[in-house]
């Protein structure tokens, strides 16, 4: 019963100062977790270094236990990367901040926590963070980009460290978990062994302040985010709420549903889906956005683009969505081919977006980025044969003069193809759309009503 005084003997024997002070570990309660008489067990029960508690995390994930309590210790456990384990459940308390130690997240890698391959895992976290230094990597760029590195030390630039990676794993659960600061993505979810991760279920979840986005979907079946927010991405570029943009066509976007999501005031889009590495042979995508809401008092609202010829098949849906209070752009189509998988906008709203006339961002200052809808065909290297689009019940309230609905093309005059659907629009200056002179298929239908 005296074995919690051995760390505090052994660092009076060797005239060292104790760290763990009141956080002792219990390595009675350890050792019947290892030998598998105790199926739960408790982080603290390893110890708990406020200056570094990676160790203890680290060892009670990797116990063997099913169900793992990260308690609250008054204090942030601070770590080094940590990697999870599969037939877990992993359970922060309310209140607990598990905050990534500065300096130690150098390598491109480096996530606070990543999961890969792996299977059967639940994170439980309602009131904890994860939290990141986003000002380490801030500094990395600016060193970096100006050549002072060589002065002031090796800075990782950013993009890359998440704050939780999820690659090629099976069947997990996120809940609850406030997620912010990060050098790259608030969530990540790709292919490891397996070329996708499959069965995951994200749910009340907030990203919050991640430098490149709130959450990047590169390869996925069966994905479900829920009731989550995703807000106040800034730093490396495309800096949207979400991004959807496989690497290669090998990857995959299949059964990928948005439900009840915010994005709000993100510097990017607060929606991105960019297929541009998926082709025909890569199957169909189905991804579906319903009852989300953009806002921003930054950025735009939702992107689509680069849906070649040779793109995939399949559909992409947004469903009694809402875009408000947008800089640019409401909604903007780009390069997508009609042979493409294709885009639905069903009983979607339009509400005061494309707010500022010199808005650039990622726009690059065309003019459809003043428009609420832009459609628009940049690089006739993708398509000739813009269109496959509907536009079913969707509703635009303005107060300017100008299209509501612009169809643009950067090179040749090729028109627009089969566009469908009723838009109607609440504006004192009438409605009207520009859609070009060559059009194929095309029963779009701008209604004007009174407001």
Known sequence: MWLWLLPLLSCRMFGQTSSWGPNAPDPQAVQEVLSGKRHAANAAWWGFNEEDATDALQAAILSGARRVIVPNMGKDWIVRPIRLASNLELVLEDGVVITAKRGEFRGTGDSLFTAQDVTNLTIRGYGATLRMQKEDYIVGK???????????????????????????????????????????????????????????????????????????????????????VFRNTWGTPPSSGVDIEPDTPAQRVRNVVFRNCRFEDNYGDGIEIFLANLKASSGEVSILFDNCRVSSRRGTGIRVTKLADDGPRGWIEFRNCTVENTEGYGIKVQDKSSAAARVRFVNCTLRNVARNRMYRGTSGGAAGAWAPIWLHLFRTSVTTRFGGIDFADCTVEDTRERPVL??????????????????????????????????????????????
């Open 142 to 228: 600016v060193l970096l980009e100006f050549g002072w590195n060589r002065w002031f030390g090796q800075y990782p630039r950013s993009e890359w460290r998440m704050a939780l990676s999820l690659r090629g794993c099976t069947n997990l659960r996120v809940y609850g978990l406030t997620l912010k600061d990060s050098g790259g993505d608030g969530i990540f979810v790709a292919g490891g062994r397996q070329p996708y991760s499959k069965n995951v279920h994200i749910k009340d979840v907030v990203c919050d302040n991640h430098y490149r986005q709130g959450i990047s979907v590169i390869s996925a079946e069966d994905l479900v985010v829920e009731d989550s």
């Open 406 to 451: 612009l169809f643009e093309e950067t090179e040749g005059d090729y028109g627009l193809y089969d566009t469908t659907g009723n838009i109607t629009v609440w504006n004192p200056a009438g409605a009207r759309a520009t859609l070009g002179e060559k059009r194929q298929g095309v029963t779009l239908t701008i209604k004007a009503v009174e407001p």
